[in-house]
């Protein structure tokens, strides 16, 4: 027998204040994107497996808590990211909308097993896609609001980790010799920032790659002296430009790292904050598969409200009033309305601070206590 | 194989802009929930199955949507309803906390299957419970505010149902003659308002029952008429004075009318609206178990957000503005200071139309078009 109030692992209650700080966090971003003309969708939290699960990678696929479905017998699946269930409703409901489309959610996700880091199995996922297009114009939005969101959750020590997934393919596609390495081993020993083994296969060409890590502007001018073709010269001013545009943070651009999101394009990011231990969010530009099988360009970007809320975030301060019993509906009304939470007591001897209230109403106005 | 964009019978997408109308009410009504003194509080979406069904009667519980969980091998199940949940939250985690204590809560829930009526498994419910106290000036509270949230939402035509499920066994416990019927028998044959069958068993005494529904104060006139012990008086007083206490909105009584919450104590209620089919919300007093196995008395109610959103309440009306290609970063975050949302074109030739956007950018300050 299951006591009473115990939770499978990796589930939890929220409680107040955290309650309401997830509530006015997920609020205050949506808010934010929907002033950048961000259009909210709201996908259903279960769909077929096989729906959902071709939309991830093989690892995050396992990761789907799955069942059979009473109804129709069909293997359905809670999803655990909601990227991909936009990227669907795009390219099939909204097909014949305009590009670019901007779109906005925000929901639970829900996955097999939590990580070290982040053990929870259930999170709150918000985030933005363009869909239509990942040209610089596009990337430079699309980053620039997601700080400019986090930074009106009042984040401290909000920092930006650039990527360029595709670079080593653009290279190695462009002529930059890879010994007897493969692709793969290219990435693999960069991943690694393994000099040694780049140089024992003859792809010591990759090797000042390892160097231009670190802080943005340095890792950018580090690059640029590299034989560069014209299409990755034009990234990396791209990705400069998109720097140059965004308030004072720190960014560092990691150009081979690749965060285990290999289906992103050609940028990618994460996102970092004071008293958040991990990533808070990444994005990137990718292409999502259209049902006649093509691809559409596409730029996003998602943000685990979860972190914040534990880092202490988004509590709101309310002002509550305990109404003593007898208070005119009306005086409580207008309390209310001035912002404050009335608290009725259902007895003669209530007391505010049971009720966590500051104030109690002494005649028409609250005196604090 | 599935087809691309086909989601599992029961379930689906929200679009623009009826996923920001889902959003806007679920804000709007919590937000005067807060206002009131109600702390939110957020359980998981999936505990284990004896947890939830245990709190669940038999009929809903065989309505959980359940799977096996990899990790620990029990029977996990998707919650249903918020209710239980919360009430569990009251006893175990918050059990220590001054009673009446006051929560809120706003999710998803899902089912195995829907109804004729309401087809979808997946719905947003959103709610309240007052957990120490079921008193008259407790109920008066709660049914206040539904009427009050419910208003906020602009719904037209709101009307109120209010119950007595125990009624009928408190009047049998007072000594009304159930003749050769079973207290069973008689609240079958009230609810099927079978005036014949009564007198066939001999619980003719029961008729007059059937004739006190209607208009709230018509009803409670009826009642009191009737020959009722003093307790029975009492619940029909704090009756009259909650309707007294509401703004002028239609309040019916049907004092038998059990609605299938035989769970419910001395009050029950349903809330309906113009352009709404079916209950938009209900609510009751009830008993919640607590680990040691003793009760403790609450009452609350759950709105369903999901008909107030198909009967085209909660739209946000969006000032949005096209910025053309080259707009200043400062002007634009001006204008969304100013409430505007912005677009920002990504091409030369952008139309507003496009974007839904009513107004363009024309030097510093918008242009309806």
Redesign the interface.
Known sequence: ????????????????????A??ALV?GL?ATF????Y??????????E??LGSRLGGAARREL???T????Q?T?A?RSDITG?VG??A????AAT?R?L??S????V?R??GTQLSPE??SVQVGVELIG?D?P??AG?VVSLAVTALAGTGLAGLSLDLTMPTLVADLVAAGWPLGRASLADVQALLDGKDVGGLHALGAGAFEPLIAAAGPADAALARLAALPLPDAVRARLDAVAALVA?LPDIAVTLDPTERHGFEYQTWIGFSLFGAGVPGEIGRGGAYAIV??EGATEAAIGFSLYVDGLVDAGLGVVD?R?VLLPLGTD?AVAARL?ADG?????A?SADA?PA???CTHILDGVEPRAI
């Not at 027998?1 to 589930?11: F, Q, S, V």
């Not at 929907?34 to 003309?37: D, E, L, Q, R």
Request: net charge positive; proline share 12%; charged share 25%.
């Open positions: 027998m299951i006591p009473p109030g115990l939770l499978p692992e990796g589930l939890r209650d929220r409680l107040p204040p955290q309650a309401e997830t509530a609020h949506t929907a002033s950048h003309g259009e909210r969708v709201q996908p259903p939290l279960v769909e077929y096989e729906s808590l799955r069942f479905d009473p109804i129709s069909h359905l809670l269930q669907r409703i390219v099939t409901r909204l305009a670019p901007r779109l959610y925000a929901g639970p829900l097999v097993r199995r259930e297009s040209s114009a596009a939005e545009a259209t049902p309310a509550r509906a209310r404050w939470a009335t608290v009725a259902l007391r049971d009720f966590r």
